[in-house]
């Protein structure tokens, strides 16, 4: 399968914690990047492979997988987290990219 | 750091070719990366178009690929992307990225600012 599926959307309180969640057949070969992108501006990377943070990328933010399922959770969430976040992978043939549909987050 | 610059028009008509290059400073385009195209339709989400490897191998989204080109000009140090018979629905910001692949997985690191393209008459 060639798909990834994320729920549309997810809210949290300032300062607690959030999961997203990313779904599909290749997470159980492939580990999930994950992307943060802001209305009107480019996605950026903020955890790729078992859970790495490029440099920049605050701690509270940490990814982790089981089975088909990649989580990307932010350990007490900001207001400036509030954004829409994206999973992608290599499909299961390697060959292939492929996005979640993303989820946006909303900080209360 | 390596930076990735998208430009070429911003309207292309119906029915006609959509060109976009992407050009990479700090950096060689003949690195260990791919070099992808991705992207994101008004409102929408992000859409993987394809990706090309230095040597000249790519990789294309199977719902577009009868559509796609994407090429590299190593003097250059930047690659394109063409889209035949594009349509309304093409209409979208189109970023470069370069993709890193990493043990069993991959990384989207470097993003342009993206372009817009409108297909309209």
């Known amino acids: 399968s060639s798909e990834l599926t994320q729920d549309p959307a997810v809210s949290v309180a300032l300062g607690q914690t959030v999961r997203i969640t990313c779904q599909g057949d290749s997470l159980r070969s492939y580990y999930a990047s994950w992307y943060q992108q802001k209305p009107g501006q480019a996605p950026v990377l903020v955890i790729y492979?078992?859970?790495n943070r490029p440099s920049g990328i605050p701690d509270r933010f940490s990814g982790s997988s089981s089975g088909n399922t990649a989580s990307l959770t932010i350990t007490g969430a900001q207001a400036e987290d509030e954004a829409d976040y994206y999973c992608?992978?290599?499909?299961?043939?390697?060959?292939?990219?492929?996005f979640g549909g993303g989820t946006k987050l909303t900080v209360l | 750091q390596v930076q990735l610059q998208e430009s070429g028009p911003g309207l292309v008509k119906p029915s006609g070719t959509l060109s976009l290059t992407c050009a990479v400073s700090g950096g060689s385009i003949s690195s260990s990366n791919w070099w992808s195209w991705v992207r994101q339709p008004p409102g929408k989400g992000l859409e993987w178009i394809g990706e090309i490897y230095h040597s000249g191998s790519t990789n294309y989204n199977p719902s577009l690929k009868s559509r796609v080109t994407i090429s590299v000009d190593k003097s250059k140090n930047q690659f394109s992307l063409k889209l035949s018979s594009v349509t309304a629905a093409d209409t979208a910001v189109y970023y470069c990225?370069?993709?890193?692949?990493?043990?069993?997985?991959?990384?989207?690191?470097?993003w342009g600012k993206g372009t817009t393209v409108t297909v309209s008459s």
């Open positions: 492979g078992k859970n």
């Open positions: 992608n992978s290599r499909d299961s043939s390697g060959n292939l990219v492929v």
């Open positions: 990225a370069r993709d890193s692949l990493v043990v069993r997985g991959n990384r989207m690191d470097v």
